[in-house]
């Protein structure tokens, strides 16, 4: 093989040289020319302090909000939650292999910026969480390689514009928290690739849009086939939901929470990926498809305040994920499925405000991840499962306005920080080893038949915000220390038998604001330090209180706080069914000024003093008659004698 002469080689040599160092010039120049691009940006946004260490030293490719590819050209600027100020300007394209673009978490204004057509190679568009105003232009599809983009969280008004639908490459829509007019664009149904859509609270409140038929349209093997993210939520959309809305295999999150859909759930259901379905404040009827335990995968179920009907399907309880099932305040009725207790990882179960009877089920013993059951304002009877106490994640307890009776356990979950029971059943004493419930927030018990005395222990739980004890049979004293009661808000023990003074401890309660003592025994003075506490509510009536109202509480926002006390007195005249002080004093200092065995000792001196001086009077008078006669008859004796001589 000839070898090339030393000539070529040399050539060869030069020209890669010359080669190299032309790219390496060419790219440090594209790398300064883009520096100045950027400290250009800076400046216009008035050099935020959060951007300070962009300077004309450093590469940008080593500032945290850059990104280069791998000729060190920015493809990627991340400007999220920086201060920036103003709009965005034109420059910004000069960053000309600018693919990413995210601007969340700013104070930027104005319209849309139409600048951003010039940044011809852009795929990802981060405008949320800004103040921009005006419609979206109706040429937006000029942005024709997006393929995510957030308009959320701004000021956007006017219609959706249908050029949306042409950009064929989006995957990530959002137009969340705007106030848009008009619908929701059908032209959104040819985004094949979609799989993320989020129009929660998009439109003013003055819009009425509807779903587009061609959302849940499969007629063809194109129309949002891909879709896996669908969120409508608080909208006002009116009329029914779309059947084929349920039919899109993909979807794993559809919420359609709050608006104003009517009519009933469809029935066919394909869209076994769902995980989350929020379909809940809507104007649904009819009753819970027996086809949503099909649904395998599905962690949230949210059909809480509709008008559905008829009984929770037995098929719920086959749904191996679930762990959120919210049926409240519709019209469903009936007993609760026997089985129900399957869901091993449900969380929250709530059927409350509903038309249930009968007994709780004891499979839902078994529910060992259960954090909240809210069975309030029903018909259910029987006893609570004793095994529902003791569940290990139990924070929250509601069985308000039932007929479930029973006794207080005396052990319950660690964790249990709400329990409402009122208007039931319960019995019996409220056990001491409630000191034990140590993360009880509110403890509501009204209208039930509890009895004995409020323990001790009860002062112990410093989280308490709530004491709903009225309206049962409890008596005895008050405990007298309450200085754990640090958070206490509200505590309410009207219409009970409890007696003895009132503790002074209350008056050191700092943030109790509804005191209701009414309909008790309870005696003595009001605390004087009573009235140093912020009270919104306060209520002392029909007691055996005695002495004075304390001033402070002379004003109209008391007037019937003190009312069935008798021998309460006040200084004001606002509480009419009250004595006045001032007269009850005079009266005191006449003729109510000493006690009854006073008053006797008075009287028994009194008329013997007046017996005594009539006796003394009477001998006085003998005497002085006596010594008169004795004169009358010396007189006549000497009388006498004269005549004699």
């Known amino acids: 093989m000839t070898r090339p002469p030393p000539s070529l080689y040399t050539f060869s040599f030069i020209a890669f040289i010359a080669l190299f160092n032309f790219v390496a010039v060419t790219s440090q120049q594209f790398i300064k020319s883009e520096r100045t691009t950027l400290l250009n940006l800076r400046k216009y946004w008035n050099n935020p302090p959060s951007l300070t260490h962009w300077n004309e ?62 940044c011809s190679k852009l795929i990802e568009l981060d405008i949320s969480l800004n103040g921009f105003t005006g419609a979206l232009p109706h040429d937006i599809d000029r942005l024709s390689l997006l393929k995510s983009v957030d308009f959320c969280c701004n000021n956007f008004t006017g219609d959706i514009p249908p050029a949306i639908g042409n950009l064929s490459a989006l995957i990530t829509l959002h137009f969340d928290y705007n106030l848009f007019s008009g619908s929701i664009p059908k032209e959104i149904g040819k985004l094949s690739d979609l799989s993320s859509l989020g129009l929660d609270s998009a439109f003013n409140k003055y819009a009425s849009p509807k779903i587009p038929p061609e959302f849940g349209n499969l007629s063809t093997l194109s129309n949002l086939a891909k879709l896996e993210y669908l969120d409508l939520s ?78 929770i399907p037995t098929s719920i309880s086959t749904i191996p994920t679930l762990k959120i099932l919210q049926v409240s305040r519709n019209h469903l009725g009936g007993e609760l499925p026997s089985d129900i207790g399957l869901l091993s990882k449900l ?94 927030n509110m403890f509501k018990a009204s209208n039930n038949l509890l009895s004995g005395e409020i323990p001790s222990g009860l002062t112990n739980l410093s989280k308490l915000s709530g004491i709903y004890l009225d309206g049962n049979i409890l008596s005895g004293k008050l405990p007298s220390d309450m200085k754990s009661w640090s958070s206490l808000a509200v505590l309410n023990l009207a219409r009970n038998r409890l007696y ?12 109790l604001l509804v005191l209701d003592l009414s309909e008790n025994q309870f005696s003595g003075p009001i605390p004087p330090h009573l009235s140093r506490l912020r009270l919104t509510f306060l209520n002392l009536s029909s007691n055996k209180l005695t002495g004075r109202i304390p001033s402070a509480f002379d004003n109209l926002a008391y007037q019937e706080s003190f009312l069935n006390n008798p021998n309460l007195c006040a200084t004001s005249s606002i509480y009419l069914n009250l004595h006045n002080c001032y007269v009850a004093d005079a009266k005191s200092s006449h003729s109510h000024k000493y006690s009854p065995k006073i008053y006797a000792i008075i009287i028994v001196l009194s008329a013997s003093s007046i017996i ?23 007189t006549h004796a000497e009388v006498k004698t004269q005549s004699i001589k």
């Not at 709009?87 to 930027?108: F, G, K, W």
């Not at 078994?366 to 095994?387: A, D, M, R, V, W």
């Open 612 to 634: 005594i001086f009539t006796i003394l009077c009477s001998l006085f008078m003998f005497r002085c008659c006596l010594k008169k006669k004795q004169r009358v008859n010396l």
């Open 500 to 511: 003895g003074p009132i503790p002074v401890a209350i008056t050191s309660l700092p943030h």
């Open 234 to 311: 608080s909208n006002s959309l009116e009329g029914e939901i779309p059947s084929g809305l349920f039919l899109l295999k993909s979807l794993h999150y559809l919420d359609l929470y709050q608006n104003y859909l009517s009519g009933k759930i469809p029935l066919v259901i394909e869209c076994f990926m769902l995980v989350e379905m929020d379909i809940s404040m809507n104007r649904l009827t009819g009753s819970i498809p027996e086809e949503f335990g099909k649904l395998k995968q599905l962690e949230v179920l949210n059909l809480f305040s509709n008008q559905l009907s008829g009984n």
């Open 57 to 118: 030293t450093s590469s940008p490719c080593m500032w945290p909000e850059v990104w280069c590819n791998d000729s060190s050209y920015v493809t990627s600027l991340d400007l999220t939650n920086k201060s920036l100020t103003r709009s965005v300007p034109p420059s910004i394209c000069d960053l000309t292999n600018l693919r990413t673009l995210y601007l969340s978490r700013n104070y930027l204004t104005g319209e849309f910026p139409k600048v951003l057509y010039n």
């Open 347 to 440: 969380e929250v179960f709530d059927v409350s405000e509903n038309n249930f009877n009968g007994e709780i089920p004891r499979s839902l013993e078994n529910c060992h991840s259960l954090k909240n059951i809210e069975l309030q304002y029903n018909g259910f009877t029987g006893e609570f499962p004793s095994g529902i106490w003791t569940l290990f994640n139990l924070s929250s307890v509601s069985l308000t306005r039932n007929s479930i009776s029973g006794e207080l356990p005396s052990k319950v979950a660690w964790n249990l920080s709400r329990l409402e029971i009122s208007e039931n059943r319960f019995s019996g004493r409220i056990p001491e080893e409630i000191s034990f419930w140590t993360k009880l």
